[in-house]
């Protein structure tokens, strides 16, 4: 099984300022991935970015950025320059392969974004 | 346009009724995953189908049944629903069965039972 913590179930950020959501996860998988999925009002659950865990890169995906600490099993959320539409609630999962495609979902945060 | 549909997109039930909810993958998506989200929680795993087997069964009781379809259309059924039932139910799709290859959310069914 694979547990996920979101310590931050509220954060929020001017428009246009930077803000990192914070995620730690436990796995007993040697190779797995890492998502973070965003929910909007409209409640479609909508890829933002993915992290391989044996790439030491980190992800980036345009605005969105991962500082993953493989060690620490450690996956934050970087949003730059963040927009009005980034207002939802985020959510982080990882996913092994032994799961077949079961995701487990941390409890998630909820990002407001202000003008 | 989000490639997968659910309906109905709301509804109430009674406690102890079935409901049946649906979903449309994407043309071409051989696997379907069920999840439940509860109010202020993040969705949990109920089951997943890949050409129309299932696969993969999360911690819920039989009473959670579903069915996909060859036309990539799938069933989410319930009987005897209990309070605690209510909830969002997402649908999501992807080519292979595994969400690497990239799921694709539909926008729920909110359940309501009471």
């Known amino acids: 099984a694979q547990t996920v913590t979101q310590s931050q179930p509220e954060m929020s950020v001017q428009e246009a300022e930077t803000v990192t959501l914070s995620c730690t996860y436990d796995t007993s998988e040697s190779d797995y991935y890492l998502f973070w999925y965003k929910q909007p009002p409209s409640r479609q659950m909508i890829l933002v970015i993915r992290?391989?865990?044996?790439?030491?890169q980190n992800a980036t995906e345009n605005r969105f950025s991962v500082n993953f600490q493989k060690a620490a099993k450690s996956f934050s959320l970087k949003i730059s320059d963040s927009q009005l539409g980034d207002a939802a609630m985020y959510f982080c999962a990882p996913w092994g392969g032994s799961t077949l495609g079961r995701l487990y979902f941390g409890r998630g945060t909820q990002l407001t974004v202000w003008p | 346009e989000t490639g997968v549909t659910q309906s109905p997109t709301h509804l109430i039930k009674t406690r102890g009724q079935q409901v049946t909810l649906r979903c449309s993958s994407q043309?071409?998506?051989?696997?379907v995953s069920w999840y439940q989200q509860a109010l202020g929680q993040g969705p949990q795993f109920i089951f997943q189908?890949?050409?129309?087997?299932?696969?993969g069964r999360g911690n819920f009781p039989p009473r959670f049944s579903g069915l996909q379809f060859p036309n990539y259309s799938s069933e989410l059924n319930v009987n005897a629903l209990e309070l605690d039932d209510s909830a969002l139910y997402l649908c999501?799709?992807?080519?292979?069965?595994?969400?690497?290859?990239?799921?694709?959310f539909g926008s729920g069914t909110r359940l309501t039972v009471v």
């Open positions: 999501a799709s992807s080519l292979g069965d595994s969400p690497a290859d990239g799921y694709t």
């Open positions: 992290q391989e865990a044996y790439k030491q």
């Open positions: 189908y890949y050409r129309e087997e299932e696969n």
């Open positions: 043309s071409g998506h051989n696997t």
